[in-house]
């Protein structure tokens, strides 16, 4: 190589490298300030915002006559307001008024509409009586708009009229208008609309007075536009006046106060659906399922389900206040500190779609959610980088505990359970050897192993099918399962597995064999494919082999396990129930008669198949009386049956843990409602702070990358320059 | 060639009838109506009458393929397959099972796939031309034998690795762009600088080898070593020479994708949370809505047949030699 070709090389070397560091000190400099990794936009006002995500898929619908999903609540039950809510802090739940001024007043008439007494046999229905507050305002909407003729602004005959409006915020006019009865009053009508499709329909038309005919009575209208409900009546509601309402059901249903509480019931003006129902509105996604108009403490302000939510504070709700109350313990751990003050504290909360677990937990622990979760804590697939599980209970890791983390448990109303069909002519029947072979299965399944091991002890082990919080959960020994566990040293014990081989001889199957026919017992397990691991398959057979008991799986998709169910075609399954509202009533249905698949031809809830007289006719009796001991002493007496008959395989009460970062306030969870956004308290200082000092970007591997590209590049241009100067011949030979 | 690309069109329909058919079979083979009516229904306190009321309100209370109650061409006309079927040759793709609107939600998505999709092809396709001629032009030294191994290292590796090695340590540990979101109002380029970087580098080990295979084709053909011998530089034999050579091979397999890229990435676009058609498409088969699936299918048959007609017509520009007939 000559002279000349070596500074040729070396004069273009120097100026690749300072093309490469001049692009990277561009790029930096484009960056900006730090954080460069934030995902959210810099604040454009001084509006508090919550940070939070949706995940992992976006609510379906909006709409409070078809919502039926916890990820939906989230939104609905900050946007509307149910006649009930629940109190924030008081444990167990405790049913408040919400949008009344109130609680109901109840009066029980017979089949002249006559009001008779409480206890009087001759009770044939009962009427709800709804006395609204008097400053419940919908939030500012076009649908409330009028002209200077106080006609309705935007109402259009074809879609090419309004076919600027793309979102509800494109409208320029807006107006509102005060809550009345009557909105409630065409909420249920909606429920009973079929052209809605509402999942109440069919559960609701048993109890509201006149809905089922309601229904068949719209069903035959034509519906080429706009129906206004108004113009048809419903024999169990009476609007008395604006503010207050009477809803007559059949027959007595204490719980009906509960739905009273749920989405179902909120409030829809009919001007907002008959706006809903203009031309072209739907192609648009102009509807009430995705732009819900309420009275609550938030409205809608952005609804892109595929990227975000947001919701801020609505200008015209009512005077509200942070409880002054709260349950044992909650002075202590603070969360009374906000008592009395004015809600809601935030202005603004943006949530925003999250599909991957490790994206959704880096921006939590970066400081850019306020919250690990919503509606699931999240924190499960990270379990053991977040916490230490100590004997005494879990703690956070340092990492968390560093970041000033704060833990918020909750113990979901629900209980997931492995359940026997009743019918089955192996586990199934209801003599004394087939009793005694489910408990020596139930003594087996080590359900605490089960949820230590699968779990992370994340569950609580049940010795009822009630959750605790909820009347008929008794703790300490009288709480126990005795078929199950015994009483020691304070806490309960398993019973041993000597004597589950013991009651496995007596139900005729000593060492697991059939003492008729020396053949070893088998039992059939169906799951959902999804819902258990092969570990987890691996681990229930091996407990059940410790009593000699040979176990095969039969994994299945939903569809197929629910059809197994319908058709009682299954001998052990695997099931869940999440609780509609905090009363023995919506668990203990789980095993009532009437409700067995194969008995309605329904997709009943008693997917066991239990049947027992004595069940069915407590639960009769014990659905239509108001709390107190002799509903308490009947609900003991169903769970007695349910433990005698060894329904359930073995079932626990799940557990979360969620997550908040320490500028987040007011986390205690609630297990029932979602309408606690309002209380969320967010000190957006000290986020800033902490976010800047967590996120100081790592600049090294730009300069490393850069000279990584110059190292693989610069020997290729070295080779190829040589190799083009190279003479065919080395002048050398 | 009008003649030819009408032709062509004319054939889609057939193919596009059996992927619609084929679509329809194989999602009501593991799915009935009934079940998605309790899919949608929330599976609690579900009554038959719920179930038939939301089966007639999204038009799925009629049978699958033959309606024996109708008579003559009803019979086949008022079923499920037909009613669903027909509108989505008018492009008209209905609403999905949680009422949206398909169409619009299409071309609301359709831009941050296109967004995602667009620089990671085109920057990829030139890194793996420029990589692949790199290594033709040290053909048969080590730097050839090493480039071949690391491409069958990069190419053996799961696309996974690259998605969440490339959050882990350039988001999650180097803190220099976001792990995820998609925001095109505040500086969109933070959010696609990762899945671009991490869509090149997982394309470049199979892309480079597959480019290195048809440049060393070429390279030993006579031309190429005509224009050495005239003294054309190794730069100008690759670039003017070896790369409209190779075009042909390199079309089929590109220009083919180019309609498509519209369709997005199921992996990228799920890990990346970009609100793009590949995770709209993975979501709806997750909630069992059939409506999204069969739309999204059907969708992706055309474009996929747009690719072909646009790969046929692309040879004749790169060897005039070809003639449509």
Known sequence: MTAENTIKITTATHRFIRALSLLALLALASCGEPPWNNPNPPPQDDLITYQSMISPTPPKHLDPALSYAADESLFIMQIYEPPMSYHFLKRPYELIPGAL?????????????????????AVAFTRYTLRLRDDLRYQPHPAFARDAQEQPLYLFATAAEGE????????????????????????????????????????MSQYIVGMKEFSERVAELPRDAWLNLDEYSMDGLEVVDDLTLNITIKGRY????????????????????RFYQNPGFADRNLTLDWWPVGSGPFMMVKNDPNSEIVLERNPNYHEDFFPTEGAPGDLEAGDLEDAGKPVPFIDRAVFRLEKSGLSLWTKFMQGFYDRSGETNSNTTGVFDQAFVVRPDGVEMSPEL?????????DVKPGVYYYGFNMRDPVVGGYTEDKRKLRQALQIAFLT????????KGNGIAAQNLIPPGI?????????????????????????SIEYARQLLAEAGYPNGRDART?????????????AISNTSMNWIDRVFADIGVQVEFRPADFNRTREKLLTGNTQIYSHGWLADYPDPENFLFLLYGPESPLECDCDGANNSNYASEEYDALFRGMRVLPAGPQRDELVARMVELYRRDAVWLNAFFPKQIFLNNSWVYNNKRHGISKATLKYTRV?????????RQWNQPVTWPLYAAVLLLASLLLPGIVAYRRRQNATARDIGE | MLAYIVRRLFYAIPILIGVNLLTFILFFVVNSPDDMAVSQLGHKYVTPEAVQAWKRKNGYDLPLFFNSQERGGDALTETIFFTKSVKLFAFDFGRSESGRDITTDVSTRMWPSLAVALPTFVVGIWVNICVALMVVMFHATRLDRWAVFVFVGLMSISSLFYIIGGQYLVAKTWKLVPISGFNGDIQPWKFLLLPVLVGVIGGIGSGARWYRTLFLEEANQDYVRTARAKGASELRILFRHILPNALIPILTGVVIVIPTLFMGGLLIESFFGIPGLGSYMLDAINSQDFAIVRSMVFLGSILYIVGLILTDISYTWADPRLRLN
């Open chain 1, 101 to 121: 001024e109130s609680d109901p007043q109840v009066t029980y008439l017979d089949a002249e509409g006559l009001p008779v007494e409480e206890d009087d046999e």
């Open chain 1, 164 to 203: 600027e409006f793309r979102q509800i915020p494109d409208f320029p006019e807006t107006g509102d208008r005060p809550v009345t009865a009557n909105d409630y009053a065409y909420a249920i009508k909606r429920l009973a609309d079929p052209l809605n499709a509402s999942p109440m329909l069919g559960f």
């Open chain 1, 254 to 273: 204490p719980q009906f106060v509960y739905w009273l509480a749920m989405p179902f019931f909120s409030p829809i003006a009919p001007e907002v659906d």
């Open chain 1, 401 to 409: 505990a560093e970041h000033e983390i704060t833990m918020s448990p």
């Open chain 1, 448 to 455: 605490e192993e089960y949820l230590n091991v699968f779990y």
């Open chain 1, 471 to 495: 009347p008929g959960n008794l703790e300490g020994e009288a709480g126990i399962n005795p078929y199950v566990y015994d009483w020691v040293d304070g806490e309960p014990r398993r019973k």
């Open chain 1, 518 to 530: 020396g053949e070893p017992l088998k039992i059939f397990i169906d799951v959902q494919s999804q």
């Open chain 1, 683 to 691: 000190d957006e200082d000290e986020r800033e702070a902490k976010q």
